[in-house]
């Protein structure tokens, strides 16, 4: 049974920083697109940053330069590292996993349950 489980959430101040795991579990996740979401209290779910095959990776244009996907196949383990954080990149963060690897998938099967990252101002 494939499992995603994010860590690393938190309260920080604005300006501070975090850093976001995802263990990911139940197969081999090296050749999978995989990506974190945000959803902030009465919006949609949104992309925030993905990787997949080749190193690509894709960053929602609000946190270009401050946010970095990573990944550690041999750990089967995607991270987040998130930087300069504002008040509005408030929400829960939800790791999320799909076997097509070869871009960013149009839909995501598999999903961590979140975790929730609040920034004070």
């Known amino acids: 049974q494939v499992q995603l489980v994010e860590s690393g959430g938190g309260l920080v101040q604005a300006g501070g920083s975090l850093r976001l795991s995802c263990a990911a579990s139940g197969r081999t996740f090296n050749n999978y697109a995989m990506g974190w979401f945000l959803q902030a209290p009465g919006k949609e779910r949104e992309l925030v940053a993905a990787?997949?095959?080749?190193?690509?990776?894709y960053y929602k244009d609000s946190v270009k330069g401050r946010f970095t996907i990573s990944r550690d196949n041999a750990k089967n383990t995607v991270y987040l590292q998130m930087n300069s954080l504002k008040p509005e990149d408030t929400a829960v963060y939800y790791c999320?996993?799909?076997?097509?690897?070869?871009?960013?998938?149009?839909?995501?099967?598999?999903w961590g349950q979140g975790t929730q990252v609040t920034v004070s101002s």
């Open positions: 990787t997949w095959s080749g190193g690509r990776s």
């Open positions: 999320t996993a799909d076997s097509s690897g070869g871009g960013i998938p149009l839909t995501w099967r598999y």
